[in-house]
């Protein structure tokens, strides 16, 4: 057999166990089941599972990629997303789970929102779903992008192919078996990504002679300078601010935060934040290693094959020696590069059929549970498509273009462009979701004042701070996040905040029994 055939051997073998796990958590009687996993996650997979729906390819794309042209300048997004797990996990979790339980049992944030502020006229739940269809299709088709990239390097097929294949193999498993499927089959990725990213660094720096030796490879001045940018003069404070603001967006994430809902017992939440913690510190620590010593032992891929980094390293140590236990053990590396792509899709697709499944609900409330988890099963697949729409209208020719940041101009690859590619839909996306709702989620929890007119005004201030950001040219035929390099999520969740307190502020004092689940809610549960 040919290395492709054993690669190609493994990679059926991984689907086929992914699927077969699908299967064997397929039952979902109910939305609870289907939605939340029945509140069943154990300490381990709750932990996983929340994590690795978390890192997406972006962990082994685009972080790798960035530190491997740029320097660990850029390490300030790492840092970021560490102190925002942290948080989420310590301060939200535990907190948050209470109270979709004393909030009627919310399976869902925007059903959270309405039974914690007894919206009856569902404006609350409506604008969040709506909000809900837009940042969670432009993630979901941030997962399919980096598959359509990876998968075309590893194999020689087509973009849009290796498109199709990773979406409909999410939609499947996901189709079949929920979030419990999701769940469990994310903590087994997890733990690939983690061995992936953690061991193939270490491979290549003995395969070189040794750390000194890596180190000896790369002259680019302050490197490994934290406060460094490529060219070694000083970072400018917008990039540190705007990289430690991505931290923010972990209050806002609903498929990291169904996950934390969805664990079995309060006093597992602790344990689980522990494992959690550990895990992601690893892994954001080994991706910035990955660039590093990406710089020393593939340098001449340069800008335009930067976030291929991580496949080429896998390709010179294991697949270009010929030996089929070398090409095996590369293509289960792979494999771990696969899961990181994928474990995030299969979360954003199911969370994101939650809310349209939520607004289908209020409008037929005869439906049976029966009848609701089929038709977000019918959502998960028209999401799908549109996110493929997405990835594939994402697709930009081979070309050269002036790149502002480096005032130069560079070639850009197929799929690879700075307004298309797999950082720049996950920014977005992630700045969406932490300015919608982040503000509410926090004042939800730990600000009793909080009305429904406050929630309604911050997630739409939020949410729509970010698209105006993002994508409407204001300034000299730029946009604020052209001309100001700061995040779209520092605005967005300020502004959304403000929102939310004004807008509480100005309007009728929660009532009394709004006020007592408040109170139900600060104090842990009998469970």
Known sequence: MSNQAWILAVFILYFGAIIGLAIHFRKSNNLSDYFLAG???????????????????????????????FGTGRAWIAIGLLAGTILNWFFVARRLRRYTIVANNSITLPEFFENRFHDSSHVLK????????????????????????????????????????????????????????????????????????????????????GWSDVTAQIDQPGFFNLMSDQYGNTLPAVHVISGLAWGLGYFGMPHILVKLIAISKEKYVHRSAVIAIIWVTIALGSAIVVGWVGRAF????????????????????????????????????????FAAIKSTADSQLLVGSSAVGDLYKMANKKASDKHLVWFSRGVVLAMAIVAVWIALDAYVPAHYALDPELNEYVYIPWALDRNTGVMALVAVAWAGFGSAFGPLVLCSLFWKRTTRAGGVAGIVVGGTVVIIWHWLPLIDGATLMTYTSLNHIVPGFGLGLLAVIIGSLVTKKPSKEVLEEFHTASKPLAE
């Not at 192919?161 to 079949?176: D, G, K, P, R």
């Not at 997890?190 to 491979?203: D, E, N, S, Y």
């Not at 340069?302 to 053990?329: H, K, P, Q, S």
Request: hydrophobic share 60%; net charge neutral.
């Open 126 to 209: 409506i604008v969040s779903c709506l909000f809900f269809a837009i940042f969670f299709t432009v993630y979901a088709a941030s997962g399919f992008l980096a598959g359509g990239r990876m998968l075309p390097h590893v194999f020689g097929i087509s973009y849009p192919l290796a498109v199709t294949i990773l979406a409909a193999f999410v939609v499947l498993y996901t189709f079949i078996g929920g979030l419990k499927a999701i769940s469990w089959t994310d903590s087994i990725q997890g733990m690939m990504m983690l061995l992936a990213v953690f061991f193939l660094p270490l491979i290549v720096i003995a395969t070189m002679g």
């Open 39 to 69: 509140r069943s996650l154990n300490t381990w997979i709750g932990a996983l599972s929340a994590q690795t729906s978390d890192m997406s390819g972006w962990l082994l794309m685009a972080l790798p990629g960035s530190i491997f042209f």
């Open 298 to 337: 593939v340098p001449e891929i340069g800008f335009a094959g930067r976030e291929y980094v991580f496949i080429e390293m896998i390709r010179r140590i294991f697949l270009d020696r010929g030996a089929v236990w070398l090409t095996l053990l590369g293509a289960i590396f792979l494999c771990g590069m």
